[in-house]
């Protein structure tokens, strides 16, 4: 197997584990990047299991890729008109509460990017 073939297999362990917690409720909303190619196998096996999702175009050949509860979904399509490295200090602190990123981290991120404007 080669790395890049390795690699692939792992992303995709890795997307059908993020299924899973999303299935038993451990997760309501997930963000990966990926190449077109990937996110076209990726949300048809969305489809396929009626998850919702919705694409972000990054680069050329590069998008995120969000899917959980619509209503996460929703929110988080309110504000992912730009890229993500754009996004303002609360929009940022959202996100990563939505993603479910420690809370502790998120506060000291968020008061650091106040901080700095």
């Keep these: 197997m080669s790395i890049q073939e390795y690699t692939q297999f792992g992303n995709m362990k890795m997307f059908l584990h993020h299924i899973y917690e999303l299935k038993k409720g451990i997760r309501n909303l997930v963000l990966c990047t ?63 509460v939505l993603l479910g990123y420690d809370m502790s981290i998120q506060c000291e991120r968020f008061c650091n990017k106040k901080n700095k404007n």
């Excluded at 969305?46 to 995120?64: D, G, P, S």
């Design 34 to 96: 990926m190449c077109k190619t990937c996110a076209e196998i990726m949300t048809e096996r969305l489809r396929k299991q009626n998850i919702a999702y919705f694409l972000q175009e990054v680069a050329e050949n590069k998008v995120n890729l969000f899917f959980g509860k619509q209503a996460y979904l929703d929110t988080v399509r309110l504000f992912t008109h730009k890229p993500l490295n754009l996004l303002t200090p609360e929009e940022d602190f959202i996100l990563g």
